[in-house]
T-cell receptor, first 114, second 111 residues
Framework: SQTIHQWPATLVQPVGSPLSLECTVE??????LYWYRQAAGRGLQLLFY??????ISSEVPQNLSASRPQDRQFILSSKKLLLSDSGFYLC?????????????FGPGTRLTVT | SQQGEEDPQALSIQEGENATMNCSYKTSINNLQWYRQNSGRGLVHLIL?????REKHSGRLRVTLDTSKKSSSLLITASRAADTASYFC???????????FGKGTKLSVIP
């Protein structure tokens, strides 16, 4: 069966510090991978998605970047965090291919920038 | 921008009652999906309905889709306290890898 992992679960970082959040998927090959951010009491905003190694699409201009160094690894990074980067970050995967599939979400990382 | 908009924003009902949540969207879709999120957790997929389907059932869940009105509804029958969560609709456009989520309906089921 497939499993998706995210870490850390919670993170408190000062403004201007770097960020690295990691997501890994087990039990499937060549998944589509997604990073979302959820502000308090809000819906999900798609930040990045990837359909393969090294292929990253960005949905919104921002202070963040993403990388996919391995087939089932997706990393969200920032060189210098802003207060507005605080939120709940969710990684998700779906089977390879264009559309028509549900997405499977990880447990999320709660990021607080102070 | 967010395509799906859920209504109501919050809903409080007694255990055993039915809960109905609505979702409206703006552009043509390939499918519409409903997800549940318990507080502070990741989202869990509930049901996917394709644009050529009108109704779908899964256990106590019933989803309808009206593409002419660009709307969907999620009905949870015989609600339980464990159904307390936020419920989101998400739309997928044709030929897209992406889901666009609404802001969600927060459901509270009182024992």
């Amino acid at each position: 069966s497939q499993t998706i992992h995210q870490w850390p679960a919670t993170l408190v970082q000062p403004v201007g510090s770097p960020l690295s959040l990691e997501c890994t998927v087990e039990g499937t090959s060549n998944p589509n991978l997604y990073w979302y951010r959820q502000a308090a009491g809000r819906g999900l905003q798609l930040l990045f998605y990837s359909v393969g190694i090294g292929q990253i699409s960005s949905e919104v201009p921002q202070n963040l970047s993403a990388s996919r160094p391995q087939d089932r690894q997706f990393i969200l990074s920032s060189k210098k965090l802003l207060l507005s980067d605080s939120g709940f970050y969710l990684c998700a995967w779906s089977p390879t291919g264009v559309g028509g599939y549900e997405q499977y979400f990880g447990p999320g990382t709660r990021l607080t920038v102070t | 921008s967010q395509q799906g908009e859920e209504d109501p924003q919050a809903l409080s009902i007694q255990e055993g009652e039915n809960a109905t949540m609505n979702c409206s969207y703006k552009t043509s879709i390939n499918n519409l999906q409903w997800y549940r999120q318990n507080s502070g957790r990741g989202l869990v997929h509930l049901i996917l309905i394709r644009s050529n389907e009108r109704e779908k059932h899964s256990g106590r869940l019933r989803v309808t889709l009206d593409t002419s009105k660009k709307s969907s509804s999620l009905l949870i029958t015989a609600s339980r306290a464990a159904d307390t969560a936020s419920y989101f609709c998400a739309t997928e456009g044709a030929g897209s890898y992406q889901l666009t989520f609404g802001k969600g309906t927060k459901l509270s089921v009182i024992p």
